[in-house]
Nanobody, 120 residues
Framework: VQLVQTGGGLVQPGGSLRLSCAASGGAFNTFAMGWFRQAPGKGREFVGRITGSIGLTYYADSVKGRFTISRDGAKNTVYLQMKSLRPEDTAVYYC??????????????WGQGTQVTVSS
């Protein structure tokens, strides 16, 4: 199982970014996928997740209404669309699979991480 992330970068407050997580080595259109982030000096924080078969989404309160997770089964790719970004969203973002909760400890496979910096 391999997860390869793309996207990220520097954006001004209020801006948008989209992260991608391309999966290989499994039938990811049926897998649950999670997104987490880690700011300097802090632990890994749950951002949101999408369930396997039905594709229900769940979000942390801090990003609800601003972030959207979606999946393209044909491309084995999950997306994290981020809007109305704030400086406190600055972190390294990770996608993960193998888990079905909001706890990072439940996930077995992780992407390499991508930096998102929100600054003017």
């Amino acid at each position: 199982v391999q997860l390869v992330q793309t996207g990220g970068g520097l954006v001004q407050p209020g801006g948008s970014l989209r992260l991608s997580c391309a999966a290989s080595g499994g039938a990811f259109n049926t897998f649950a996928m999670g997104w987490f982030r880690q700011a300097p000096g802090k632990g890994r924080e749950f951002v949101g997740r999408i369930t396997g078969s039905i594709g229900l989404t769940y979000y942390a309160d801090s990003v609800k209404g601003r972030f959207t997770i979606s999946r393209d089964g044909a491309k084995n790719t999950v997306y994290l669309q981020m809007k109305s970004l704030r400086p406190e969203d600055t972190a390294v973002y990770y996608c993960a699979t193998g888990g079905r909760t909001s706890s990072a400890d439940d996930y077995d496979y992780w992407g390499q991480g991508t930096q998102v910096t929100v600054s003017s």
